[in-house]
């Protein structure tokens, strides 16, 4: 089971990756081609490149969680394309995306009192958040980062 908060920082990679790639790989992807840290807890989505699965990876500050979903028939609805390596999703977004539906296209009731995303840094070089989650410390993610 997989439950998400309205205030989840979900990401989808844009470009299908090698669904032969396992924790290690996407890791690698997340920090790379995304120019994100996997360790703030931000939900990475990604699909293969016939569109009929998609593999999520999320760090809950022990470890990394890998799941799986492969349609049983039929390919996605709908993915993100464009330029960007990333597109930003919000958590009921995604569970449409899990049905295989189209969630830019499904009405939505407007929010009672709208969640404020957390700020990207300043400089512009990546979409991590500044403020750490899952027990992560900002001292924890410059050091990931500089051993990097």
């Not at 790639?21 to 081609?33: F, N, S, T, Y």
């Not at 300043?122 to 051993?147: C, I, K, R, W, Y």
């Amino acid at each position: 089971m997989l439950a998400l908060s309205p205030s989840q920082r979900i990401l989808l990679a844009v470009q299908p990756v090698d669904f032969r790639k396992g924790i290690d790989g996407l890791i690698g992807l997340c920090r790379q081609r995304l120019n994100e840290n996997p360790l703030l807890g931000t939900l990475f989505v990604f699909t293969n490149r016939r569109r009929t699965a998609l593999k999520l990876l999320i760090y809950d500050g022990q470890g990394f969680f890998l799941i799986l979903k492969r349609f049983s028939q039929g390919r996605l609805h709908w993915w993100p394309d464009g330029p960007g390596a990333g597109h930003a999703l919000a958590a009921r977004e995604l569970h449409i995306l899990l049905w295989n539906g189209h969630p830019q296209k499904t009405a939505w009731a407007p929010l009672w009192r709208p969640l404020h995303s957390i700020s990207a840094t300043a400089n512009g070089s990546s979409m991590a958040a500044t403020v750490p989650h899952f027990g992560a410390t900002p001292a924890d993610a410059q050091g990931e980062l500089a051993s990097n």
